[in-house]
């Protein structure tokens, strides 16, 4: 069974920076894609970062040159830096994951943490 759990969310003012970590366990052997994505009140949950197994990323437009996902050296660990924020980049934030190859569905996710930004 794989389990997600991110950190590292808070509060903080427009401009400021955060770092969120997402720590994977359980059937490690395998590949996996990550992904971040958040959700705001009132609002759909939307894609924000990826990367892959091999280690392309993808960004939304809204956070390209803002935000970075990485990976941390043991690969059981994602990180999505967060630069120049925004009061609209307020909104909870997911980790996921899916099996490389097995479709663009991501099946794993984390119970998400509050990111949020003043103006």
């Known amino acids: 069974q794989v389990q997600l759990v991110e950190s590292g969310g808070g509060l903080v003012q427009a401009g400021g920076s955060l770092r969120l970590s997402c720590a994977f366990s359980?059937?490690?052997?395998?590949?996996?894609?990550m992904g971040w994505f958040r959700q705001a009140p009132g609002q759909e949950r939307e894609f924000v970062a990826a990367?892959?197994?091999?280690?392309?990323?993808d960004y939304a437009d809204s956070v390209k040159g803002r935000f970075t996902i990485s990976k941390g050296n043991a690969k059981n660990t994602v990180y999505l830096q967060m630069n120049s924020l925004k009061p609209e980049d307020t909104a909870v934030y997911y980790c996921?994951?899916?099996?490389?190859?097995?479709?663009?569905?991501?099946?794993?996710w984390g119970q998400g943490t509050q990111v949020t930004v003043s103006s």
């Open positions: 990367t892959t197994w091999s280690g392309d990323t």
């Open positions: 996921a994951a899916r099996v490389t190859g097995e479709g663009t569905q991501y099946n794993y």
């Open positions: 359980g059937r490690t052997y395998r590949r996996y894609d």
